[in-house]
């Protein structure tokens, strides 16, 4: 990935969608016999249910958690997406 070859610390989406975890793919019994909104005729979740939503995740790209940022660490990312940016508007034909 660019970005990374210009030394910022990203990676594609790592977490799940939530409408195919578990509780909301089969359900979840909430109150006990068949009870509760997750429960009885809840059909769940599947793949493709939410198009969109997959699509998008796949394109969601994540940073790690900075709580305690090394000094210039932000300054480098926003280099480094200046400098991907660039090049991507150079290769499209733009500012040229």
Excluded at 5 to 18: H, K, M, R, Y
Excluded at 26 to 32: E, N, P, T
Excluded at 62 to 81: D, M, N, Q, R
């Amino acid at each position: 990935m660019a970005l990374q070859a210009e030394g910022v610390d990203i990676s594609g989406c790592d977490f799940p969608l939530l409408h195919l975890l578990p509780l909301f793919r089969d359900g979840f019994d909430l109150y006990g016999g068949n009870r509760g909104p997750l429960a009885g005729d809840y059909k769940g979740y599947e793949v493709g249910d939410l198009p969109v939503s997959e699509a998008v995740h796949k394109q969601v790209l994540a940073f790690p958690g900075l709580t305690e940022p090394k000094p210039g660490v932000l300054e480098g990312y926003k280099e480094g997406f200046r400098k991907v940016t660039a090049s991507a508007g150079r290769l499209l034909g733009e500012g040229t």
